[in-house]
């Protein structure tokens, strides 16, 4: 059986030790509680039974654990497309399960393999294969709310932070790279290590609308209306890049559109 409640409470007991005043961490709670409301909504969408959505839950509440274990090392816990230099869900399991931190959370043993599959693949490129079938709804579930959380996230953390520069007047005038455009015309994923340029790193956050798993989680997007607020929050100038980002964006969202029919 899985305690929610229980588990929320142990959380909550977890993050004591951490000054949740502090931005970068207040961030992450802020993140992981939006995981969790993800979750909810996917669940519900998916119509999934009590036990599955319990454990969607509890997943999305531990998922980035590492991130909190990583910040007692490293004041870095911000999350970019670049794991090479650490990666959190694999520090993440290490915590939960080689320490047995994961009983805090719950007492059965009988869903670790897919709480473990679930993290260590919820930041991959792709899920790994080999998982049974319980272990990859759980790893594509976690992967649709993280990302829909980190639209959110796009929104409203700072742009320093998001694009390495808070010269919100040198960001306008960016221009996006034509391989980059055009991987987003084709509906791919951008890779972070061919991104140069600060639009193309933000067009690479908004591309993540092609790796979603459930076309219920696009809804969650549209409702929301969280992909135009993204492209919004930038006043391109550029005239090459405004014409770019209006195919861009009506792309975007007749993706989103069919997928919601
Ligand atoms: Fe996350």
Same mark, same amino acid.
């Given at each position: 059986?899985?305690?929610?409640?229980?588990?929320?409470?142990?959380?909550?007991?977890?993050?004591?030790?951490?000054?949740?005043?502090?931005?970068?961490?207040?961030?992450?709670?802020?993140?992981? &509680?939006?995981?969790?409301?993800?979750?909810?909504?996917?669940?519900?969408?998916?119509?999934?039974?009590?036990?599955?959505?319990?454990? $969607? *839950?509890?997943?999305?509440?531990?998922?980035?654990?590492? *991130?909190?274990?990583?910040?007692?090392?490293?004041?870095?816990? &911000?999350?970019?497309?670049?794991?090479?230099?650490?990666?959190?869900? /694999?520090?993440?399991?290490?915590?939960?399960?080689?320490?047995?931190?994961?009983?805090?959370?719950?007492?059965?043993?009988?869903?670790?393999?897919? /709480?473990?599959?679930?993290?260590?693949?919820?930041?991959?490129?792709?899920?790994?294969?080999?998982?049974?079938?319980?272990?990859?709804?759980?790893?594509?579930?976690? *992967?649709?709310?993280?990302?829909?959380?980190?639209?959110?996230?796009?929104?409203?953390?700072?742009?320093?932070?998001?694009?390495?520069?808070?010269?919100?007047?040198?960001?306008?005038?960016?221009?996006?790279?034509?391989?980059?455009?055009?991987?987003?015309?084709?509906? $791919?994923?951008?890779?972070?290590?061919?991104?140069?340029?600060?639009?193309? *790193?933000?067009?690479?956050?908004?591309?993540?609308?092609?790796?979603?798993?459930?076309?219920? $989680?696009?809804?969650?997007?549209?409702?929301?209306?969280?992909?135009?607020?993204?492209?919004?929050?930038?006043?391109?100038?550029?005239?090459?890049?405004?014409?770019?980002?209006?195919?861009?964006?009506?792309?975007?969202?007749?993706?989103?559109?069919?997928?919601?029919?």
């Amino acid at each position: 059986m899985i305690d929610i409640v229980k588990a929320e409470k142990a959380f909550k007991e977890y993050l004591k030790q951490y000054d949740v005043e502090s931005e970068k961490v207040a961030l992450k709670v802020t993140h992981t &509680y939006g995981v969790v409301k993800a979750s909810e909504y996917l669940a519900k969408q998916l119509n999934l039974n009590e036990e599955d959505t319990n454990l $969607s *839950r509890l997943i999305a509440l531990l998922h980035d654990i590492g *991130r909190f274990e990583q910040s007692k090392a490293n004041n870095d816990v &911000y999350d970019n497309a670049d794991a090479t230099l650490f990666d959190h869900a /694999i520090y993440g399991c290490k915590v939960l399960f080689e320490e047995n931190m994961i009983r805090r959370f719950i007492e059965d043993d009988k869903y670790d393999n897919v /709480i473990y599959k679930a993290i260590l693949n919820h930041n991959r490129i792709a899920i790994e294969d080999g998982l049974t079938e319980k272990e990859l709804l759980h790893a594509k579930l976690i *992967r649709d709310n993280d990302k829909t959380d980190n639209f959110r996230v796009k929104l409203t953390e700072s742009f320093k932070v998001l694009l390495g520069t808070d010269d919100v007047e040198a960001i306008n005038n960016e221009k996006i790279s034509d391989d980059i455009y055009n991987t987003f015309m084709r509906k $791919s994923l951008i890779k972070y290590g061919d991104t140069q340029t600060p639009l193309d *790193r933000w067009s690479a956050y908004i591309a993540f609308i092609f790796d979603y798993n459930f076309d219920e $989680s696009l809804r969650y997007l549209k409702e929301n209306d969280l992909v135009n607020k993204c492209f919004n929050r930038i006043n391109y100038k550029n005239l090459d890049t405004i014409a770019k980002i209006d195919n861009m964006r009506n792309l975007a969202n007749n993706y989103i559109e069919e997928k919601c029919k």
